[in-house]
């Protein structure tokens, strides 16, 4: 039982830098989530996506980008890398089917991003 | 706006018992949710509540009144294993989780 798993699990890079962290998920969940987790800081959510082909932006979605041509994979793309980006990247999916809303997140383990 | 409140940091004794309060203001109200994260790992699911009332699950337990906007995880027989942060989430009426900024637990011996 893989879950969510997320690529690479850390990563330094420089400003204007480009990069992509991978997500893949094996439950056949219909949502997922990018999240950036900054120190006592909570959770903050960067894009999300309720299905293949459907990409909606989340509280913090500047600099970044996100695409889901498959129900499995959920890539998110950083580009023009800046220290503000500087974070630990959790991706997480969920199963919800109509009319129920249970809404348990399974993250992937976290890509921690230094951009110096 | 969408608030979560919870502790920044509380400490407790192996075998005691700790409560972590949670205040939540969101735009509509779908349930709120624990998840315990250990340091340097991914937040794992707690509980879920979306009636008023005490959910027990072993040694955890999860409380909502939503008239007040207010939950608690109650955490019995502590084990230094359950030195983590405990992050409390409410989900609006867009089915979107707010998150709390978590607590740090730290149990002393």
């Known amino acids: 039982n893989a879950g969510v798993t997320q690529t690479p699990k850390f990563r330094i890079l420089k400003i204007g830098q480009s990069m992509t962290l991978q997500c893949t998920q094996d439950m056949n969940h219909n949502y997922m989530y990018w999240y950036r987790q900054d120190p006592g800081m909570g959770l903050k959510l960067i894009y999300y996506?309720?299905?293949?082909?459907?990409?909606d932006k989340g509280e913090v979605p500047n600099g970044y980008n996100v695409s889901r041509s498959t129900t499995e994979d959920f890539p998110l793309r950083l580009e023009l890398a800046a220290p503000s980006q500087t974070s630990v990247y959790f991706c997480?999916?969920?199963?919800?089917?109509?009319?129920?809303?249970?809404?348990?997140?399974?993250f992937g383990e976290g890509s921690r991003l230094t951009v110096l | 706006g969408q608030n979560i409140d919870q502790p920044t940091e509380m400490t407790a004794t192996e075998g005691a018992i700790v409560q972590i309060n949670c205040t939540y203001q969101t735009s509509g109200f779908n349930g709120l949710f624990w998840y315990q994260q250990h340091a340097g790992e991914a937040p794992t699911f707690l509980s879920y509540?979306?009636l008023d009332g005490l959910e027990e699950k072993g040694r955890f337990s999860s409380f909502l009144s939503r008239s007040k906007g207010y939950s608690y995880l109650l955490l019995k027989e502590l084990q230094m294993k359950d030195s983590a942060s405990y992050l409390c989430a409410a989900m609006d009426s867009n089915y979107q989780l707010i998150w709390g900024a978590g607590t740090k637990l730290i149990i002393k011996p």
């Open positions: 996506s309720v299905g293949a082909g459907i990409t």
């Open positions: 997480a999916s969920s199963s919800r089917t109509s009319g129920t809303n249970t809404g348990e997140l399974f």
């Open positions: 509540n979306v």
